[in-house]
């Protein structure tokens, strides 16, 4: 039994980003792709997370 897993049908990939992406707690874009998680807390990038006062956060290229 699956209880915690969800399933989402979505018509198309707006739709789906628009629902699952999550968001920049600095700049509030929908971080499709590559994101930074930091202390629990998302970023779309290592900019945004020193922005908030994160340190040691660096973006891989």
């Known amino acids: 039994m699956y209880s915690k897993r969800r399933v989402h049908v979505f018509d198309c990939f707006s739709c789906a980003i628009y629902r699952m992406a999550p968001i920049c707690e600095h700049c509030r874009v929908q971080i499709i792709g590559q994101g930074v998680e ?3 807390h998302w970023f779309c990038g290592a ?3 020193r922005a908030e006062g994160k340190t040691g956060v660096v973006d891989r290229v």
Request: negative net charge.
């Open 47 to 49: 900019h945004c997370a």
């Open 38 to 40: 930091v202390e629990g």
